[in-house]
């Protein structure tokens, strides 16, 4: 198993242009997540999708857009790259079952460095 | 609103020896998991140990173990017997099941340097 798995790595982004970051996990989980990571900020959630074909804004949403085009994938995109959306970025995955009350460690990749000059 | 907060932005031990990072969060909720989690230079977001809000007892992993004062909303991680490896930034982080959709609320972190 991969786990879950984001590309590219790093990315260097001129202010306007677009571009989009790929997760994938092979865990089967129903919910997958993406944060950004700022220096002294933690980690912020930026958009979930609780299943496939749902998807929700999280905590720092501006700028962003998302897609579940399955149960395995959830993309991130940029439409017009800004200076503050320099960061890492996370995508994350988990079972979580709201009705029975269980939920299940998130397994996270292994991250995005992307800096917009 | 739901924050975590960790007071201790930077901390050290020396090798061998025991330290305690801090975490205190804030819920309405009377169900929810905690977590800590560590974060090597590779960036790795790697789980450490978890706590159910409703076990009493505090959760242990070998040489990790928290202390988990519910009244008090507080999470404490003690790792014992420190080892050059465990140098990372650790995040507390908690996720209600009752009103959300399963996303960590995360704290600021803690730098920890572990010296030989």
């Known amino acids: 198993n991969a786990g879950v798995t984001q590309t590219p790595k790093f990315q260097v982004l001129k202010t306007g242009q677009s571009m989009t970051l790929q997760c994938a996990q092979d865990?089967?989980?129903?919910?997958m997540y993406w944060y950004r990571q700022d220096p002294g900020m933690g980690l912020r959630l930026i958009y979930y999708?609780?299943?496939?074909?749902?998807?929700d804004k999280g905590e720092v949403p501006n700028g962003y857009n998302v897609s579940r085009l399955n149960k395995r994938e959830f993309s991130l995109r940029l439409e017009s790259a800004a200076p503050s959306q320099t960061s890492v970025y996370f995508c994350?995955?988990?079972?979580?079952?709201?009705?029975?009350?269980?939920?299940?460690?998130?397994?996270f990749g292994p991250g995005t460095r992307l800096t917009v000059t | 609103a739901q924050t975590v907060t960790q007071s201790q932005p930077e901390m050290s031990v020396q090798e061998a020896e025991t330290v305690t990072l801090s975490c205190t969060y804030d819920?309405?909720?009377?169900?929810?998991?905690l977590f800590w989690y560590k974060q090597p230079p590779s960036r790795q977001m790697i789980l450490v140990i978890r706590?159910?809000?409703?076990?009493?007892q505090n959760a242990t992993e070998n040489r990790f173990s928290v202390n988990f004062q519910k009244a008090a909303k507080s999470f404490s991680l003690k790792i014992s017997d420190s080892q050059l490896g465990d140098t990372a930034m650790y995040f507390c982080?908690?996720?209600?099941?009752?009103?959300?959709?399963?996303?960590?609320?995360f704290g600021k972190g803690t730098k920890l340097s572990v010296k030989p």
């Open positions: 999708s609780a299943s496939e074909g749902t998807t």
């Open positions: 982080a908690f996720v209600n099941y009752g009103g959300s959709q399963g996303n960590l609320i």
């Open positions: 865990m089967n989980h129903n919910s």
């Open positions: 994350a995955s988990s079972d979580f079952d709201r009705g029975r009350g269980t939920f299940y460690e998130q397994y």
């Open positions: 706590q159910e809000a409703y076990k009493q």
């Open positions: 819920t309405s909720e009377n169900n929810y998991y």
